[in-house]
C-alpha cells in the first residue's frame, strides 16, 4: 500500500495546492501564504511527480485546473473545510474558557490586578489572560478580542465603550516629604525632582502640558528620573524618587490605600480618554462580554470615579 506520507511529501503541500486552485495563480497563492512564488512552484512539481498527473495547465501568467486537477480540488478543499471547522470549533471552546485582554503594563498592575480576585469569585468559569506590550496592537491580527486605548473612541477599526476621562495630577509618596516641602501650587513643583515619562509608542501629555494647563509657563527643566514605561514611574513615585504625573484611573486606588499622595489641586484634562474596544469584525463571545461588562462597571465603582 502508498501510504499518504509518500503521496502527499508535506501537509503544507495540500494548502498550496488548495490556494494555487481557488486563486488560480501561485504568486496569488504566495502572498496569501506569505511564501515565495518559486517555493509554491516547486511545492506543485512534486505533489505532481508524486501523483502523476498534471494537476495545473500553466499559461505566462495564470494557471488553471486540470481535469484530473478539478477532481483532486474538491476533495481537498472539502476536507480541507472540515479540518478548519474542527479547528476552529476546537479553539472557540479553549476561548470560551478565557478572555484575553491587551493592556499597558500600568494598567495590568495597578487596575487588573487588584480587582482579579472579586472577578474570579464572580465568574469561576472564565480565566482572565493580560496581555502586556508597550504599543497598541492590532487585536484582531493577534486573535485577542479586548484591549484598552486611549483616544476619542471613533476608531474605524474598533467598537468601543467609554472607561474613563483622562485626568492627570501630581503624586508622589510620603517618604518622598520626609526630605522635601509639601508644594501648595502647580509652581512650587517646578524647584521638585520630577519623574518623566517618555514611551516610544504610546504618546502622552508631559509635564510641559501639564504646568501650561494650570498657567505655569516657564520652562520645565530636562533634568530628574525619566522612565520609558509607566508602571515603572509608579514604581518609581512610591519608592520615593520625586514627584510623577498621576493619570487618575492608574493611582487612584494607590491613593485610597495611602500608597500614594495627590499632590496639590492642579489638573489636566485635554478631552481625551480611555475606553475598552474589540474588533468591528469580531463577534465577542459571552465570557467576553461578561469580562468588558465587568471593566465597566468597576470603572464606575472605582476610588474618586
Known sequence: MITLRRLIHSPSALLAFEAAARLGSFTKAAEELSVTQAA???SMRQLERALNVRLFARSHRRVSLTSPG????QDVSIGLAHIRRSAE?????????????????AFANYWMVPRLAEFRARNPEIDIRLQTTDKDVDLLAEGIPLGVRRGHGDWEEYESAFLTEEIIYPIASMRYFEEHSLPQKAKDLLGHHLIHLEEPFRPRPNWTDWFRANGVLAPVRGEGLRLNDYALVVQAAMTGEGIAMGWHHIVAWLIDHEMLVRVTDGEYRDGWGFYVVWPRSLQLSEPAIKVRDWIL?????APGA
Open 297 to 301: 462597571k468597576s470603572a464606575q465603582l
Open 89 to 105: 470549533a476546537l479553539r472557540f471552546e479553549a476561548e470560551a474558557r478565557h478572555v484575553t485582554l491587551s493592556v499597558s503594563t
Open 70 to 73: 478539478r477532481r483532486f480540488y
Open 40 to 42: 509554491i512552484s516547486y
